[in-house]
């Protein structure tokens, strides 16, 4: 997997949509856009990020399942949780890479 500098969610009337900007493993840009419902639901991802559809599901105002799909089959899941001050964001995450290693991460953003 390559790296994900920023992660910016906006609300868009009854959708959610969530953009992505990064590097991939060989340090080239990537961009993706995803926007869908909170209904754990899969919805397309527009751009060029390792997996092309995710699925959202809300548990409580601060907590979200994830789950990233590459055509059709899992890439990876797992949960992010905002903290309640807002300022920060983990992302525990874990699935199969297109070397098909498994993996596990622990990410924190902080917000900008």
């Known amino acids: 997997m390559g790296k994900t500098n920023t992660v910016v969610y906006a609300e868009k009337k009854d959708k959610i949509q969530v ?9 080239k840009p990537t961009h993706g856009v995803w926007m869908g419902m909170t209904d ?16 959202y599901k809300m548990v409580d105002d601060h907590t979200y399942d994830i789950t990233a799909m590459k055509d059709g089959k899992m890439s990876w899941s797992g949960r992010s949780v ?12 874990s699935g199969t890479g297109a070397d098909g290693k498994k993996f596990k991460e622990k990410i924190v953003y902080d917000k900008a």
């Open 19 to 27: 953009t992505v900007d990064g590097v991939d493993k060989d340090g």
């Open 40 to 55: 754990g639901k899969t919805y397309k991802v527009k751009g060029n990020l390792a997996w092309d559809a995710m699925a």
């Open 82 to 93: 905002v903290a309640k001050d807002g300022k920060s964001r983990t992302l525990n995450i």
